[in-house]
């Protein structure tokens, strides 16, 4: 009988073992699955899936079909907030500093990469959306 990665419980090594500060670190930490942790997961199945009984093809439509959504709906916010803060371009904004301190400026460009929108405001980039407390 094989072992399901998805069901199976992680080795944990045990205090004192050697083990390192690294190793102990969990990778995800937020719990939060990404399009390419899905993948892996899927992945994961099929490779543990036994030849001889192969799975239900509903059921593997049924997951194709579940990672598509999800991919359209992060999809959508992506550039929903995307268009919001091309909005806020020329407006003036009150927002939390890196050091947690009270600022304000006038938002000059948007920034999107993978890990998420910022704003250039007067000078100061990568100040996250999260982080404006108001638009004048």
């Known amino acids: 009988m094989t072992a ?3 069901t199976a ?3 944990v090594s045990e205090p ?3 083990s390192t500060a690294a190793q102990s670190t969990p990778e995800n930490p937020d719990g939060v699955l990404g399009p ?3 993948l892996k997961l899927m992945v994961a199945q099929l490779q543990a899936q036994n030849p001889l009984e192969p799975g239900n093809s509903n ?3 049924n997951e194709i079909t579940q990672f598509t959504e999800v991919e359209q709906i992060t999809n959508l916010a992506n550039a929903n907030e995307l268009s919001g803060a091309v909005q806020l371009i020329g407006h003036k904004v009150s927002y939390e500093n890196a050091a947690g301190e009270p600022a304000s400026g006038t938002v000059q460009s948007v920034q999107s990469s993978s890990s998420g929108t910022t704003v250039t ?3 100061v980039a990568g100040v996250k959306l999260a982080s404006i407390t108001e638009v004048e």
């Open 4 to 6: 399901n990665p998805l």
């Open 9 to 11: 419980a992680p080795s």
């Open 16 to 18: 004192g073992s050697g």
């Open 36 to 38: 390419n942790d899905f």
């Open 59 to 61: 059921e593997f439509i």
């Open 121 to 123: 405001i007067e000078g």
